[in-house]
């Protein structure tokens, strides 16, 4: 079955980096389109970022643009998230994502999501 496990959160500082990775299993990750989105506390979802198939198109929230970066590696079946220069806005769960590659495209598996807490 189609699993998608995320790793990498934490506690951040103000202006420090994560990198966030989210395992793909279960089917041909390879020939989809994935994504992040994050929910922080008592807020609702926001798209974070999407990237095509084999990583040639990538595609930004405006609240992360020229500070997160997403990438893949389809021999490893992972998708990333670097994320820079981290702002205490940044802090909310980070889901990966099948789909969803720009806001209002379907997304039809996510994963359990990883924590990141950006604070001094």
């Known amino acids: 079955q189609v699993q998608l496990v995320e790793s990498g959160g934490g506690l951040a500082q103000p202006g420090g980096s994560l990198r966030l990775s989210c395992a793909a299993s279960?089917?041909?990750?390879?020939?989809?389109?994935m994504s992040w989105a994050r929910q922080a506390p008592g807020k609702g979802l926001e798209w974070v970022s999407g990237?095509?198939?084999?990583?040639?198109?990538?595609y930004y929230a405006d609240s992360v643009k020229g500070r997160f970066t997403i990438s893949r590696d389809n021999a490893k079946n992972t998708l990333y998230l670097q994320m820079n220069s981290l702002k205490p806005e940044d802090t909310a769960l980070y889901f990966c994502?099948?789909?969803?590659?720009?806001?209002?495209?379907?997304?039809?598996?996510w994963g359990q999501g990883t924590q990141v807490t950006v604070s001094s």
């Open positions: 994502r099948r789909g969803g590659v720009r806001l209002g495209i379907r997304v039809d598996y």
């Open positions: 279960g089917f041909m990750f390879s020939s989809h389109e």
């Open positions: 990237i095509s198939p084999v990583g040639r198109d990538t």
